[in-house]
């Protein structure tokens, strides 16, 4: 049974960073298809905020590009969100999800295994 368990989250001031952790278990190539984070703002739909397939390549939405990094570590089966100038409207809780079935074509994409998520609370 594939598991995932963020880790990382908490409360910083604006222009703070934090680094969110994804570790799976469960199934030893989780890293090898498509894996995202995503969030969820209270009473918004939930949306994805970066991927990374297969290959390694990136995807952003617009709002996090340049100041958020998503990256993975194959032979641990961990997925990561580095984030860094964070801005209050960054408040949410973060979740990450994978998709071992696919290996490309990440982003807003849909995914069947998620986290529990991680609460992120940026202060001004």
């Known amino acids: 049974q594939v598991r995932l368990v963020e880790s990382g989250g908490g409360s910083v001031q604006a222009g703070g960073s934090l680094r969110l952790s994804c570790q799976a278990s469960?199934?030893?190539?989780?890293?090898?298809?498509?894996m995202g984070w995503f969030r969820q703002v209270p009473g918004k739909e939930r949306e994805q905020i970066a991927a990374?397939?297969?290959?390694?390549?990136?995807s952003y939405e617009d709002s996090v590009r340049g100041r958020f990094t998503i990256s993975k570590d194959k032979a641990k089966n961990a997925l990561y969100l580095q984030m860094v100038s964070l801005k209050p409207e960054d408040t949410a809780m973060y979740y990450c999800?994978?998709?071992?079935?696919?290996?490309?074509?990440?982003?807003?994409?849909?995914?069947?295994?998620w986290g529990q998520g991680t609460k992120v609370t940026v202060s001004s």
């Open positions: 469960g199934y030893q190539y989780a890293a090898a298809g498509c």
């Open positions: 990374i397939d297969s290959e390694g390549s990136l």
């Open positions: 999800a994978i998709e071992p079935d696919r290996r490309f074509g990440c982003y807003k994409s849909e995914y069947n295994y």
